[in-house]
C-alpha cells in the first residue's frame, strides 16, 4: 500500500525565498513566498549580493511559516526538496545549506530539484501529467520546449538562442521606462492597448524549434532611437502590444508545431512569463481549436515559488532519488532525465 508523503520544498534561485509543503507531489498543504521585488525595483533588476542578503534573513521564516501554516512537525515530513540549480550562485546556496541544516538536523533524506523541472511539475499540483507531453518553459532565464515521455524524462526540442523570452520583457520594458519587474507591466500595456507597432518575428529555419528574442529587442531600441532623433515621443502602450504580439506569435507558432509534431497527449506551460494574460490566451486558442488539451497553473504557481519544487522532488524521492549532504549549489545545472 502507498502511503502518504509529505514533501518540504525551499525555492531561493533568485530573488524569490520560498518554502512549501506538498502531500503526495499533488497537494499544497502551505506555500509561502517571500518576494523581494520592492527592495530590487530600486535597482532596475536583481542584484545578486543584494538577493543573497534578502534570503539569509528571510529563509528561516520562511520555512518555519510553511510548517506552522500546515500544522506539521519536521518529524512529520518525509523529505526535504531544494533548487539545486540553476541560478544565482549565492542564491542558491542559502537554500542549498538551509536544507542540508533542516534535513541533518531532523534525520530526513534531501533532493536536489533542477529549477525548470520545478516549474513543469508545478502543472501537477493541478492536474495528472498524461505523456507524451510537451512543455513550453517560459521564464526570466530560460525559454524552452521540453518532450517529456515519462516522469522524469525531460528531452530538449527547442531553445532559445540568445535572450530569454522573460529576460527580453524586462528590457524592453526598461527601454520603455517601466519599473522592474517588467513582464507584468508590459502584459499591461499590451491588454491596454488601442494599436500595435509592427515588429519582425524571428521564426529562425524552418524545421527549428529554436528562439531568438535579442533582434526583437534590438528593434525596439531602433524604433524609440529613430522617433527620439525626429523629436518625436513613443507611445508605451502600442510599443508593448507590438512587441507582446510578435513574442506571443512564435511562442504560440512553435509550440504548436512541435505539439502535432510529436502527438502530445498534452501541453502545458510554465515560468513566469506564463502568467502573461496575452500569451495565456493565444496559447488556449490555438491548442482548443487542435484539441490538444493545454494546461497553465495559476499565476502564484507561474513565478517562482516552493510548491512546485516540492512537486518535483515529490515525484524524485518515489522514484528513489537522494541527494546527500556534499550537495552545491550549481549555478549552470543542466536539465537532466532522472529516468531516461
Ligand atoms: O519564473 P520566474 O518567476 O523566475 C525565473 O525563473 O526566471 O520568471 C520571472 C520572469 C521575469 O522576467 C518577469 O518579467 C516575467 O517572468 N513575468 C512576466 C509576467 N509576469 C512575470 N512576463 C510577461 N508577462 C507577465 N505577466
Ligand atoms: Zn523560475
Excluded at 525551499?10 to 502551505?30: F, L, M, P, Q, Y
Excluded at 507524451?132 to 530538449?156: D, N, Y
Aim: hydrophobic share 45%; glycine share 10%.
Amino acid at each position: 500500500m502507498m502511503t502518504d508523503n509529505y514533501i518540504l520544498g525551499i525555492e531561493t534561485s533568485c530573488d524569490e525565498t520560498a518554502a512549501s509543503i506538498v502531500k503526495n507531489g499533488t497537494e499544497i498543504i502551505s506555500n509561502v513566498v517571500a518576494s523581494q521585488i520592492v527592495s530590487q525595483k530600486r535597482f532596475g533588476g536583481v542584484v545578486p549580493e543584494i538577493a543573497s542578503r534578502h534570503h539569509v534573513e528571510q529563509i528561516t521564516l520562511v520555512i518555519e511559516e510553511a510548517l506552522a501554516e500546515a500544522g506539521l512537525l519536521p518529524g512529520q515530513l518525509d523529505a526535504v526538496a531544494v533548487t539545486e540549480g540553476p541560478g544565482l550562485v549565492g542564491a542558491l546556496l542559502i537554500g542549498v545549506n538551509a536544507a542540508k541544516a533542516f534535513a541533518f538536523a531532523n534525520g530526513l533524506p534531501i533532493v536536489g530539484v533542477h529549477h525548470i523541472a520545478g516549474h513543469i511539475y508545478a502543472n501537477e499540483l493541478m492536474q495528472p501529467m498524461e505523456f507524451p507531453l510537451l512543455a513550453l518553459i517560459v521564464s526570466g532565464g530560460h525559454t524552452e520546449l521540453v518532450l517529456m515521455e515519462r516522469h522524469g524524462s525531460f528531452k530538449l526540442i527547442g531553445e532559445t538562442r540568445d535572450d530569454a523570452a522573460g529576460e527580453a520583457y524586462d528590457k524592453v520594458a526598461r527601454v520603455l521606462g517601466l519599473p522592474y519587474p517588467g513582464g507584468p507591466q508590459i502584459d499591461r500595456l499590451a491588454a491596454e492597448s488601442d494599436a500595435e507597432i509592427p515588429f519582425p518575428r524571428a521564426w529562425l529555419e524552418p524545421d527549428s524549434y529554436d528562439f531568438s528574442f535579442s533582434g526583437l529587442k534590438s528593434s525596439v531600441i531602433n524604433y524609440k532611437h529613430n522617433l527620439e532623433q525626429r523629436g518625436e515621443q513613443i507611445n508605451p502602450a502600442h510599443v508593448a502590444a507590438g512587441f507582446q504580439a510578435s513574442v506571443v506569435e512564435v511562442l504560440t507558432t512553435k509550440a504548436l508545431k512541435a505539439a502535432k509534431e510529436y502527438k502530445v497527449k498534452q501541453v502545458i506551460a510554465a515560468g513566469g512569463v506564463a502568467a502573461n494574460k496575452g500569451l495565456r490566451a493565444s496559447l488556449e486558442m490555438a491548442f482548443h481549436q487542435e484539441e490538444i488539451p493545454f494546461y497553465v497553473p495559476p499565476i502564484a504557481l507561474c513565478t517562482d515559488n516552493a510548491a512546485m519544487i516540492a512537486a518535483a522532488g515529490s515525484a524524485m524521492f518515489v522514484d528513489g532519488i537522494r541527494g546527500n549532504l556534499a550537495m552545491n549549489g550549481k549555478p549552470g545545472m543542466p536539465l537532466t532525465s532522472w529516468n531516461q
